[in-house]
């Protein structure tokens, strides 16, 4: 325990000049732009086509957040050395001002590759942020207040990664645009604020004695050793990502065979160079250099914190799937009807709220029980395995059912000679309407509108041959609608089916994923300025591992959730957000304080450098991820419904690397006076 006075509390806080608060409110929006897509992508990219998703698979999922967020966390090597030599504030410019491009272009592609390039567009604009704000608060802060300055940070951080989502949960529900727009918006705000509010920390810029922009470059590289050496590393991870996109010429047997040799042509190399000797005066060129890690504690600090990001991730990466596939989420929505309504809301209000909490994909459920109807009525099913599979179609639409109860429900449809109630045509035809361009309070169209769907239903009842679709989307638009067939045929199955699934409807609805993963971001809010507080009075190593070992604990912990993916109930959603809080905790005391144990120890000069090299062990973190995650969903959670493996997985990871950290603290850290950390130079 550090024997040092500690600073009071609200001393402290008055100690933060303006432009830690402008930094850190920057941070809130620029976490609202990241979070309120991220926590959501993987439902995104995996969701069904019909719901507006992009209907990749796990697999692919995982291969876009292992590549993109690498990227991502890679660049601020660049990017922070170009802050300390150009100025914070012509970078912050630029990265919003790519942001606020990137984050819209995302909604515009559906296919892998364009959508990967644009999320590639959105890396580049929060690689350019990053180091930046983080480089700000450490400027701006000294060794009396930049734990709980840190603290501060960190939980502006989580401020916006909890807003963000949120937000985003609820305009998903309107249409995935909406997503996108938000985070352009929010992209927009900080360019308001960069440009009225922030003030320059940084000296070099004004000082008229800047660095080249080649000298810029060399230094980036000297933080860790030479070209040569960074050289060899980015081409093995380059190899990683290649064999995680499943091509056959290179496997992940191939990978390591390609690894090998490559490693052994580097060291070969340099045993050819060790008996040359260069030019007096004459600076090698980087390529005839050998290999040289100029600060190797620096450099395994990064490899051992990446495995603490790899294994991080999996709560927003993982974790939103496992969620929807997993989780019976029903006993959160009675806990959230019961607390608004006690708290005076009226009926109307407290059902518009659980409709935002767990919002569900109706029109792509009427879809699927027309098809499922349409096979028996026709004498071609379904069969057992189709309703399977409808049933795990069924989850994407955040309803939990089982494929007996499902088929029990087809069963149940009548084929003809059905009644509607006037109940059941007010949404549908009320959107119909307005989508028509008409008031919804115009009673001949909506009379019109109803009688068409009425007649339909009584002559054919769900299931109506197409000729006669035809027929009444003509009556339709002869009552002045300027509606398409689709969007008629669309009202008519709501219409005709959502009476007959109200009950699945009720009964296995399940909350948004991401409102959950949002516990994380809500427990820090809370709580991360008192631990921080707390935990200023422990070394730095001390809390980093201390706060490993209970994230091992919270990650771990869905292992036991039980449940299977679409059997009679699913796992206990109890667990699983006693998993999230206890990692939260875990993550306030690690997370914050190893980013300000790398401001602390950096030189003054090269504090966004350093910062932009804290980033690679993200970056590694987020590579090393994605792979795993979407290799260890796809056999052990998807077609092995074994989710218990893939979690001890995770949580022995995360608690590996405590006990690694632990022997990197003692056996590799010098020891020449109490408590002495890493030297930067």
Known sequence: MANKEKTGFWKT??????????????????????????????????????????????????????IVPFFLYLMPVITGALADRYGYKKMFITSYGVMIVAYYSLGQFHSFLPFLMAFMFVAVGAAIFKPVVVGTIARVTDESNSSMGF???????????????IVAGIVRGWDWKYVFIG????????????????????????????RSFSKVMDDTVEVLGNFRFVFAVFVILIALMIANQGVNWLSWGRCAVVIVVWLGLNFGYDAVLKGRTSSPGKRPSPLAQRMRCSNWRFALYLLIMSGFWTSFNQIFITMPEYIRDYSDTQSLIRIGRTVVSGLGFSEEATERFVDMLAAVDEEPLVNDLDRLVRMKRGGTGPSGAELEDAARRILGYKIRVTADRLGMLVDGIPVSGVTVREQDLE???????????????????????????????????????????????????GLGLDVSREQFEQAFLLAAYLPYAQPIIEDGRQVNPEYIINIDAGAIILLQVLISFLMARFHRFTTMIVGMMVAAVGIGLSMVAGGSMIGPIGGSIWVVVAGIVIFGIGEMMASPTSQEYVGRIAPREKVALYMGYYFVSMALGNLFGGILSGQAYGPFARDMERPDIMWALFGVLMAATGVIFLLYNRFALPRTTEGQEIQAT
């Not at 439902?43 to 291969?63: C, K, M």
């Open 427 to 477: 949404d549908p035809v009320g959107t119909l309407i307005s989508d028509g361009g008409l008031e919804e309070s115009s009673r001949e169209a909506v009379s019109g509108v109803s009688a068409v769907i009425r007649d339909l239903l009584a002559t054919h009842g769900p299931v109506v041959p197409s000729l006669h679709i035809d027929t009444a989307h003509r009556r339709v638009s």
């Open 151 to 165: 603290g501060v940070f960190y939980m502006m951080v989580n401020v916006g990664g909890f807003v963000g989502p």
């Open 183 to 210: 985070s352009s918006i929010w992209a927009a705000i900080n360019m308001i604020l960069v440009l009225t509010l922030y003030k320059e920390p940084t000296t070099e810029a004004a000082s008229g004695r800047g």
């Open 13 to 66: 806080i008055r100690s933060y000049p303006s432009t830690f608060w402008v930094a850190n409110t920057m941070e809130i929006f620029e976490r609202m732009a990241w979070y309120g897509f991220y926590t959501v992508s993987s439902l995104y990219i995996t969701g069904a086509v019909e719901t507006g998703g992009l209907g990749f698979t796990s697999e692919q999922r995982g291969q876009i957040q292992a």
